[in-house]
């Protein structure tokens, strides 16, 4: 069986010879006149693992915060947390090598803080609302209404539904 067996684009095709060579190189350097040295290679990624319960959505900046890092740390280091928040739920986070021990009373303190300073207010939609008139209303972007509520961009609401506003 050959390449062209497989129906695809010329281009394509050069790319899977390719990647077998690095394959080969890489499984055997020295055969193919390659000698690298341990620092030719990258470091090691180390970090510590941490498990958190959350009872509501949580902005993910405050597990960067609580391990005494960035944001851009955290989403490197946990590249299947999708969007800028932690759902409801149990999760299990990398953090950087080193934060993990203290990261539990720091990440509790910092929570608590931001559910007082960003209250929760509950608003039940009334007849005539739209998500934009409410997000207008309480001055907040639309799409953080959205996220805050699990709220699909095609769907509707209902009067009696109700709402999570961070004020």
Avoid: C
């Avoid at 010329?10 to 080969?24: G, M």
């Avoid at 902005?59 to 989403?75: D, M, N, R, Y």
């Avoid at 969007?83 to 990440?107: C, M, N, W, Y």
């Amino acid at each position: 069986m050959t390449t062209n067996d497989f129906y695809l684009p010329l281009e394509t095709q050069r790319y899977i010879f390719k990647i077998i060579a690095v394959k080969l190189i890489l499984s055997s350097p020295s055969r193919y006149g390659f000698h690298l040295q341990k620092e030719d290679y990258y470091p090691l990624v180390t970090f510590d693992r941490v498990k958190i319960t959350l009872p509501g959505r949580t902005p993910l900046f405050l597990v960067a915060q609580a391990s005494g890092t960035h944001f851009k740390k955290i989403k490197d280091l946990n590249p299947e947390i999708r969007g800028h928040d932690l759902p409801k739920g149990t999760h299990v986070i990398a953090v950087p090598k080193g934060s993990g021990e203290q990261f539990h009373g720091r990440f509790a303190s910092l929570v608590d803080k931001w559910r007082q300073e960003y209250k929760k207010h509950i608003y039940i939609v009334k007849k005539g609302d739209s998500l934009s008139t409410i997000a207008e209303r309480f001055h907040v972007a639309l799409p953080a209404l959205m996220a805050w509520n699990d709220l699909n961009p095609n769907g509707y609401i209902h009067p009696g539904e109700k709402l999570v506003i961070y004020q």
